[in-house]
């Protein structure tokens, strides 16, 4: 089964086309990723407006090298997915507009992919790692733990209540004047600054619940560099290793708590999983490590193209959908807002969202 996928939620205009079997990983035969980084540095984040027609200028070029590279034309491929949502709405629009083209004009099968669900199977793509498993998913939109257990069946264990682990990370580069996006300049600073100069909380600290909060650590880190101010470089990489320490601690605190809600409700997981931009970061990787030792399982993270947002996700999930009979018509909405548990799936009880068999 081999898929197009296209991804448009954020600030990557990205198309790729994957392969699928009904066994193993699944094999990327192109995967074309433009980011937009440049367009939005300026502004120290994406810029909506901005990332709708970058998408708009881009997109048709990318599709069109993704199939070269693949050695496909719309005629040898089984489905057109594209991400539907959740993210900015007018990039969504962008990518599953054209999606819809491709595939009324093709007369193949649409399928619109919760964005947060191409992160949740990345590691079945890349490592054909069997359900259930853990997903620890940190980017700079969102901040999620969840228990995969098939195919359009996700239970959120924990969220963040205010900012994500990449936003923080990119308001604290920000605070401090580094560039963005702010998690690689903050990791590279922390490497050569104390640790434990500034105490910081380390909020949610001993709930049970698997909910995280990075506001307040946001606050206190400001309140630090007021009172110290004007910062030297060594003040900017105190404050950056300090951070990151805090939330090394938090994800260790809040990620125990998570396994622990998942193996009383589902057993043992075949393996933690980690996917978004921050999982890039070392420090918390070796933290992923530690956890999935202790937990008794291995640790996944796909290689950081796949981590991040890319098209092959995408295709990907869209390929695993429609292995499912999972498809969409051509009618299905854009969303903003799309909750990984809204997402409908394989179960039974849901076979009337079914539209196709396989
Ligand atoms: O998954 P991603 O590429 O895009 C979305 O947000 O969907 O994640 C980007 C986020 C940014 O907030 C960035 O600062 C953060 O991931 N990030 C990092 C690192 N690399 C990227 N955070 C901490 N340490 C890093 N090395
Ligand atoms: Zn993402």
Redesign the pocket.
Known sequence: MVVLGIETT?DETAAAVVERHDAGPGKILSNIILSQVNEHAAFGGVVPEIAARAHVEALDRIIGKAMADAGKTFDTIDGIAAAAGPGLIGGVIVGLTTAKAIALVSAKPLIAVNHLEAHALTPRLTDAVPFPYCLFLA????TQIVAVRGVGDYVRLGTTLDDAI??A??KTAKLLGLGY????Q??QEALRGNPVRFLLPRPMHGRPEADFSLSGLKTALRLEAEKIAPLTDQDVADLCASFQQSVVDVVLDRLRAGLKIFRERYGPPNALVAA???A??QA?RKVLHRLAFEGGTVLVVPPPIL???NGAMIAWAGAERLAHGLVDPLDVAPRARWSLEDVTGARPEQHSYLRMKS
Do not use: L, M, Y
């Open positions: 954020c980017s700079g939109g969102h990449g936003e990370f990119d996006p702010g998690g690689p903050v990791e978004g931009g921050v890039a970061n918390i981590c991040t947002d």
